[in-house]
T-cell receptor
Framework: DVKVTQSSRYLVKRTGEKVFLECVQD?????MFWYRQDPGLGLRLIYF???????EKGDIPEGYSVSREKKERFSLILESASTNQTSMYLC?????????????FGQGTRLTVV | AQSVTQLDSQVPVFEEAPVELRCNYS??????LFWYVQYPNQGLQLLLK??????LVKGINGFEAEFNKSQTSFHLRKPSVHISDTAEYFC?????????????FGSGTRLQVQP
C-alpha cells in the first residue's frame, strides 16, 4: 500500500516559533509537494521539489522554506510562525515517469498558531 | 497560467438521487484532469483521472466524469448517491507540456447527502 506519512496530525505553536513539518513517502517518487488548505480556497501550492536538494516556489511561498536532503523526505519550515499561517498542511508525492501524474497525499497536519 | 473553477461550494442532495459537481478549467494547451475526494479529517484520495482517449472516465465508488474540450469542463457525476458519499470534492488540473509537475486545484465542493 502506497504511503505518504506526515509526522503530526495536530500542532499548536506560538507566534514567532520556528516550526518544522515533516513528510515521508515510501514510493520512491521524484516529486514532492507542500500545499495548504483553507476553507473556500481549496489547496494552494507552497513549494515543490523534483529531486533531492532541488526545490521550486509554488504560488504562496512567502513565510515558508523547504528542505529535501533525502529522496523520501520533504520538510516544510515556518521560519517565524504567524497567526495567518494557521491552516491545514498537506504533503503529496508523485512520479515523474510517463503518465503517472497522480499525486498521493498524506493525512494532513492541522497547525494552529496562537 | 492554468486555473480551475468549481462553481458550487456546497451541493445538498437526498440519498439515492443523482448528483453532478461542476468543474471548469482554463488552459491554453492539453491538460490532465483529476477529481479527488476528501472525507472528514483525512487526506485526499483520487476518484478518477483523464489523461487522453475516451472522454467518459469511470472512477471508484460509482463516480464518472466527462471531459468536454470545447467547453473546458470536467463535470463529476453519480447516478445514485449514498450517505457515505458526504465529503469534499476537488477538481484539479496539471499541464505536462509546460513542465509544471504540481496540480492546480479548484476551491472544492462540499457534497452533503441527506437521508
Amino acid at each position: 500500500d502506497v504511503k505518504v506519512t506526515q509526522s503530526s496530525r495536530y500542532l499548536v505553536k506560538r507566534t514567532g516559533e520556528k516550526v518544522f513539518l515533516e513528510c515521508v513517502q515510501d514510493m520512491d517518487h521524484e516529486n514532492m509537494f507542500w500545499y495548504r488548505q483553507d476553507p473556500g480556497l481549496g489547496l494552494r501550492l507552497i513549494y515543490f521539489s523534483y529531486d533531492v536538494k532541488m526545490k521550486e516556489k509554488g504560488d504562496i511561498p512567502e513565510g515558508y522554506s523547504v528542505s529535501r536532503e533525502k529522496k523520501e523526505r520533504f520538510s516544510l519550515i515556518l521560519e517565524s510562525a504567524s497567526t495567518n499561517q494557521t491552516s491545514m498542511y498537506l504533503c503529496a508525492s508523485s512520479s515523474s515517469g510517463g503518465q503517472n501524474t497522480e499525486a498521493f497525499f498524506g493525512q494532513g497536519t492541522r497547525l494552529t498558531v496562537v | 497560467a492554468q486555473s480551475v473553477t468549481q462553481l458550487d461550494s456546497q451541493v445538498p442532495v437526498f440519498e439515492e438521487a443523482p448528483v453532478e459537481l461542476r468543474c471548469n478549467y482554463s488552459s491554453s494547451v492539453s491538460v490532465y484532469l483529476f477529481w479527488y475526494v476528501q472525507y472528514p479529517n483525512q487526506g485526499l484520495q483520487l476518484l478518477l483521472k483523464y489523461l487522453s482517449g475516451s472522454t467518459l472516465v469511470k472512477g471508484i465508488n460509482g463516480f464518472e466524469a466527462e471531459f468536454n474540450k470545447s467547453q473546458t469542463s470536467f463535470h463529476l457525476r453519480k447516478p445514485s448517491v449514498h450517505i457515505s458519499d458526504t465529503a469534499e470534492y476537488f477538481c484539479a488540473v496539471s499541464d505536462p507540456w509546460t513542465g509544471r509537475r504540481a496540480l492546480t486545484f479548484g476551491s472544492g465542493t462540499r457534497l452533503q447527502v441527506q437521508p
